[in-house]
């Protein structure tokens, strides 16, 4: 092992290794804090052609990696073990070039997604992924993750984001499609391979995305509904009616009213049922606004809403996205954070199911709902006792009922492996481990993750 630490060293200079006790605490396990270990080493590279050398060496002593970014997942994806060196991306942060012809990004893994947001802003565009975490969590970990959040009913999942890619293979072969092409149908698009698989089958190394106009008006309201079937009908109105629907976020009264008394936030004399935050763009200030609050007047006529707030200010907006994301639940003890997604017509259904079985296990424990409804995903807390793995199981067994998916933008990792089962066949689970097999023999990119 001293004999790969000193070649790593060479490859990458004192600045780019980590070891001993020069290892922080923070690359012992993401947000979940379920990681347990600091690992044999920390890779700092600071260019492709330093992972491809760090990973070249790793292969060929048969050593794991495990890849970080930002740390701000929920499923333990990026924890490592005491035998493991982890290869982080804080070093291979910047936006190398923004094409305002082809309205795209180019900018390197470790970019945090605040960054290339402001970047897209200033040369008048709008990266359309959008996260709570988007100052700490990284581009490239967004990608390895697939990850959702507020504005996927308008722009996509990372996904659909993706242009081009760079990834280093498990052997240190860098594969490279960094263009900035559309339409590409040139053979397997194997890029798709790596988007999702939470540093499995390679390390993303750099990235081109696509980028929407930036609006010139953004209209937010928050309004209060009386059950889940009037959530269903503003949103198919909404999708009938608003030109650009950005944002359809829902939250059940267990996770605002606990939410808005922590925080101190009060929108509404008596706390409804049910909140949702409705968001809109354009480019004609005056008409978007018409617009807008015609359509908000028509749900209040129709009874589909009982009350409604309309954003004035930036400052209104920002306090309305607080009770969203500030997420004061993550204070409770034992706190496990579903993300789960369904058929949107039976998500009240299915939180109702969900909610029965909780407290008929644990009575009067936390458990709470909320989530970006317009693209069926839902976020499950509960706060049940220190016994997870029972949380797990019944929380996703009631999804496996509903055919549901139990990560819908969280990724698989550790946490959530011994339940994949429940939503993929045997046949699925079989390819995924032929595609695990063919691009990293050895195992030993991010051993013991998804699969």
């Not at 794991?64 to 997942?73: E, I, N, R, S, Y």
């Not at 397997?188 to 008006?217: M, S």
Request: charged fraction near 20%.
């Amino acid at each position: 092992m001293d004999r790969l630490i000193d070649a790593l060293r060479a490859e990458l200079g004192n600045s780019g290794l980590l070891v001993g006790a020069d290892i922080g605490e923070r690359y012992r396990s993401d947000r979940s804090l379920s990681g347990t270990q600091l690992p044999l080493a920390v890779l700092r590279p600071a260019s492709t052609a330093e992972v491809s050398a760090a990973l070249r060496l790793c292969h060929a002593h048969d050593v794991c990696v495990v890849p970080q970014g930002g740390m701000t997942g929920l499923a333990g994806g990026a924890n490592p073990d005491a035998s493991a060196i982890v290869l982080s991306l804080e070093r291979m942060s910047g936006v190398e070039e923004i094409d305002a012809t082809a309205a795209t990004m180019t900018l390197l893994a470790g970019t945090p997604l605040e960054i290339a947001q402001a970047a897209a802003q200033a040369q008048g565009f709008l990266l359309g992924l959008d996260l709570g975490s988007r100052g700490s969590c990284q581009v490239g970990g967004n990608i390895s993750t697939n990850a959702g959040g507020y504005r996927v009913i308008r722009y996509g999942m990372a996904r659909a984001h993706v242009l081009g890619l760079e990834a280093v293979l498990a052997d240190g072969t860098i594969v490279s499609d960094i263009r900035k092409m559309l339409k590409n149908n040139t053979g397997y698009d194997w890029k798709q391979l790596f988007i999702g698989a939470e540093g499995t089958l390679g390390i993303i190394t750099r990235a081109v995305l696509r980028l929407a106009t930036k609006p010139a008006t953004v209209s937010t309201a928050m309004c209060a509904l009386e059950n889940f079937a009037a959530v269903l009908e503003v949103l198919k109105s909404a999708r009938r009616e608003l030109a650009s629907l950005t944002a359809f976020e829902v939250m059940w009264q267990s996770f605002h009213n606990f939410s808005a008394r922590q925080a101190g936030l009060k929108f509404f004399d008596k706390e409804p049922p049910f909140i949702l935050i409705i968001e809109q763009s354009g480019s004609d200030a005056a008409k978007d606004a018409d617009l807008f609050e015609a359509f908000l007047s028509r749900a209040m006529e129709a009874g589909h809403l009982t009350d409604c707030l309309i954003a004035q200010s930036e400052a209104d907006t920002a306090k309305f996205w607080t009770l969203r994301e500030t997420l004061v639940l993550d204070r409770l003890p034992d706190l496990v954070n579903f993300d789960v997604s369904l058929d949107i017509a039976r998500l009240g259904e299915f939180a109702d199911q969900c909610a029965a079985a909780i407290e008929a296990r644990w009575p009067g424990c936390h458990h709470s709902y909320f989530g970006h409804i317009g693209d069926g995903n839902l976020h499950v807390c509960v706060s049940a006792g220190p016994d997870q793995h029972a949380v797990d199981e019944l929380v996703y067994n009631v999804v496996r009922q509903f055919n549901g998916s139990i990560s819908a933008e969280h990724g698989i990792g550790t946490l959530k492996k011994d339940f994949l089962g429940y939503s993929r066949s045997p046949e699925e689970l079989a390819l995924m481990a032929r595609i695990k097999q063919a691009l990293d023999p050895k195992g030993i990119l991010n051993p013991g993750k998804v699969l």
